[in-house]
């Protein structure tokens, strides 16, 4: 398959590595593979390497190195975030307030603590797919615990003002604590811990930005009380044992740095795929609505095409070496539609049929242009297959 | 003393002249099963295989739990391999009573069979003489011929063998001693348990699956691949032939009544099964269907969709409940593959309300408005083959 022309389009759910950092991962493994914990030179070495990859990863979101908790992706990042929390704050409130289109980290996480005592309040989206702010601020309350809206959405793009959204939650309540799982905006946007500076946590992901996978961090303000989800050796300050993947660490770091260096040519060229895509599909195919705002992200466009099952134009392009992402699964393990989209409203005979183009720095304008004549050929023929 | 398994098999045992044909494939079944992952010697006396596994006990287990996936065999057991030397055969005995009742026994009895009839005592009166020995040395023993917690089997032949230990196989007959067949595939929970069924019965099997690309998942093929080589541990290798069916499937839905869509792309995929059971020689067809379990498989579903074909249809399911099919499906290990949920993305092929009553002369009138012969021949020209061993 990687021999193969491929044109990947699903860069929302990951990305391929910079070959500089798989080389960085290659070399580690040959020659530092003593443990961090060590006191010998091949330990220190690894020692070294860790702590120098987290200052890297602490300088691209402008924080202390002592506030990064590395993780084994974002997953673990937001269970840390929100249960850690919980737990080690359960007399300071009992409710968790989030929104209904967060990803399944956060949102079944946040459920999950029901059984533990703690409430959740689930704030509404728009039809434009914005948490509505007004929701939040109506539901903060003395019992708030916390507040967990993610920055950037995996599904359409759309940006949340996490920073506005965190001065007013502290307005109201300023022993509420807000987190945010920011893994799409990550390096992509400046994101600035000393601007955000009523931003308690944020998750992000390593191999979102062509970092390897199985990698990820928590950024926790200092002063943030957590208990760790892994206990043990007392790594990163006791916060979350367990040996460090020094490889692992080095080339998330290095994928943050070149990621973050690149992010405004990235930012422009990716906009304008996004810009041309939306052109391409306004001139080839009919019945369609785009779910991402105009101001969303540009690295995500969310299609939904009118009578259709979209895991059928996901099969189809797969057959055509064109990778992108629906929006509705009864191939997956989750039936039905995207809860994102449902949150949004998005009319019936449409959601079915959502599709998710994610870009990377790597696309270009004649892999829009295959894609979306591709799509325009088949579309026909899916369309005239309605259940009789 | 070894440590052997000693392998019964059960209905071969009543074959006459021929069982020695039996016989060959049942022990190049067990070889085939144990070949690259076990150092073994294998022998052969009247009804019975001896393994001798190289290693320890943990391997002479795993070897057990794979041979008891041959068909053909109907009990393995954990036996003492000695010398017929009396004392030896009484030591034994004791060795596999002691090891009984530290696993919580507390009554037992003796079974002596002794085709070796040079042996001096007969089978009643050694039994009863080693049972005594047994009682001497373990008093906290009590003998109950009727009901008893475990039995100390010793088998008098060439040498003496004694166990009290045994698993149970799956019976039948070996695979491959009853010629070659084909099953449908579905990824459903039936047609591996139609495939468990007629391997049972000494089929040697291929399997067909029809891919609809792109209306059928690629995660619905690899289910299909990982029913296939589950199954292989008990049907030995098989070929997986996957059909890109969906223009066949498509002519069906564009120019046939919908009420009829199932039965007529049935009847066409039984051709196809037909034409590639010609080609790997194969001389029946195997499905899951099941008497009255959908709508395809009412009587006169089955009666048109059999006479799409000339070989004989083996639906070894026809009479069985889904409860009886599913405790199958559990106990060989496919059930939890198949009920993975990648059906079938698009169910625009499967019409609200398909016809029960299908009459022939009507769906030979719709199948002239598709020219099956041509959707077949190119279905044939587009097989993905996929060995499963």
Not at chain 2, 47 to 70: L, N, P, Q, Y
Not at chain 2, 214 to 231: Q, S
């Amino acid at each position: 398959m990687a021999k193969e022309n491929v044109i990947y389009l699903d860069n929302a759910a990951s990305t391929k590595p910079y070959p500089e950092v798989a080389e960085r991962i290659k070399e580690i493994l040959d020659y530092a593979y003593g443990n961090s914990s060590s006191t010998h030179k091949l330990g220190v070495e690894a020692h070294r390497i860790v702590k120098k990859s987290t200052e890297t990863l602490a300088g691209i979101i402008n924080c202390k190195p002592e506030e990064v908790i590395l993780t084994s992706g974002a997953a673990e990042a937001n269970n840390m975030a929100i249960k850690g929390y919980a737990f080690a704050n359960m007399k300071s409130g009992k409710t968790i307030l989030t929104s209904a289109y967060e990803h399944p980290t956060v949102l079944t996480t946040v459920k999950s603590l029901s059984a533990f005592g703690f409430n959740s309040c689930i704030c509404g989206v728009d039809d434009m797919g914005y948490v509505k702010h007004c929701d939040i601020r109506d539901n903060i309350n003395d019992d708030t615990l916390m507040v967990s809206v993610m920055t950037a959405n995996s599904e359409t793009g759309t940006f949340n003002d996490i920073g506005q959204i965190a001065t007013e939650v502290k307005a109201i309540n300023e022993n509420t604590v807000v987190h945010t799982d920011a893994v799409q905006a990550f390096c992509k946007f400046k994101l600035d811990m000393q601007v955000w500076k009523n931003l308690d946590m944020l998750s992000v992901s390593s191999h979102k930005i062509k970092g390897p996978k199985g990698m990820g961090m928590l950024y926790i303000k200092k002063g943030t009380n957590i208990v760790p989800l892994i206990d043990g050796g007392g790594h990163q300050l006791g916060r979350r044992s367990g040996t460090e993947d020094t490889a692992g660490i080095a080339g998330f770091a290095l994928a943050a740095e070149i990621y973050s260096k690149e992010s405004s040519n990235y930012f422009q060229h990716v906009s304008e795929l996004n810009s041309y895509l939306r052109k391409k599909l306004a001139l080839s195919i009919n019945d369609y609505i785009i779910n991402s705002h105009k101001d969303a992200s540009p690295y995500i466009l969310n299609v939904a095409l009118k009578g259709i099952r979209s895991e059928v134009v996901l099969n189809y392009m797969s057959g055509k070496n064109i990778f992108i992402a629906a929006g509705s699964a009864c191939s997956s393990k989750h039936k039905g539609n995207s809860h994102v989209l449902e949150a949004m409203c998005i009319p019936d005979d449409y959601i079915g049929g959502a599709l998710r183009i994610s870009f990377s720095p790597l696309n270009t304008m004649e892999e829009i242009d295959i894609f979306v004549n591709e799509l325009a050929s088949i579309l026909p023929r899916f369309r005239s297959l309605r259940k009789r | 003393m070894k440590k052997v398994l000693l392998i019964k098999y059960g209905e071969i045992m009543l074959k006459g002249l021929n069982r020695p044909f039996f016989e060959k494939q049942l022990e190049r079944n067990i070889k085939k099963i144990l070949s690259g992952d076990f150092h073994y010697e294998i022998s052969k006396e009247h009804g019975r295989f001896f393994v001798e596994i190289t290693g320890e006990e943990s391997d002479r287990r795993k070897a057990a739990d794979r041979i008891a996936r041959v068909f053909g065999i109907v009990s393995i057991s954990f036996a003492n391999k000695l010398d017929l030397k009396v004392d030896d055969i009484y030591a034994a005995a004791i060795e596999c009573s002691r090891d009984a009742i530290a696993k919580g026994n507390k009554t037992f009895k003796v079974e002596t069979r002794r085709p070796n009839k040079m042996f001096p005592f007969d089978s009643m009166k050694f039994s009863a003489m080693t049972g005594e020995k047994v009682l001497n040395a373990l008093a906290e023993l009590k003998v109950d011929v009727h009901k008893p917690e475990f039995t100390v089997h010793i088998e008098i032949r060439k040498s003496a063998y004694v166990y009290y230990e045994s698993i149970k196989a799956g019976g039948g007959i070996p695979v491959g001693s009853s010629g070659r067949g084909l099953i449908l595939l579905s990824g459903g929970i039936d047609s591996p348990v139609a495939a468990y069924m007629m391997a049972k019965r000494g089929l040697q099997l291929d399997a067909i699956y029809f891919h609809s690309h792109p209306y059928t998942t690629e995660m619905a093929k690899e289910k299909v691949i990982d029913l296939v080589k589950k199954l292989s541990l008990y049907c030995g290798n098989m070929r997986l032939h996957v059909i890109n069916f969906t223009n066949a499937q498509l002519a069906i839905y564009d120019n046939c009544p919908h009420a009829q869509l199932t039965i007529i792309m049935r009847r066409v995929m039984m051709i196809i099964s037909e034409r590639l059971a010609a080609n790997t020689g194969a001389k029946a067809l195997v499905t899951g269907e099941s008497l009255g379990q959908v709508a395809s498989q009412t009587l006169e579903s089955l009666g048109v969709t059999n006479s799409s074909v000339s070989l004989p249809v083996f639906r070894p399911l026809i009479g069985m409940d889904k409860y009886e099919v599913i405790n199958i499906a559990k106990a060989i290990d496919t059930f939890e593959t198949s009920i993975l949920p990648y059906e079938d993305c698009c169910t625009v092929f499967v019409a609200k309300h398909p016809e029960t009553r299908p009459r022939l002369e009507r769906i030979q009138e719709s199948e002239k408005k598709i020219d099956i012969a041509s959707l077949v021949e190119e279905c044939m020209s587009d097989i993905e083959i996929i060995e499963v061993t």
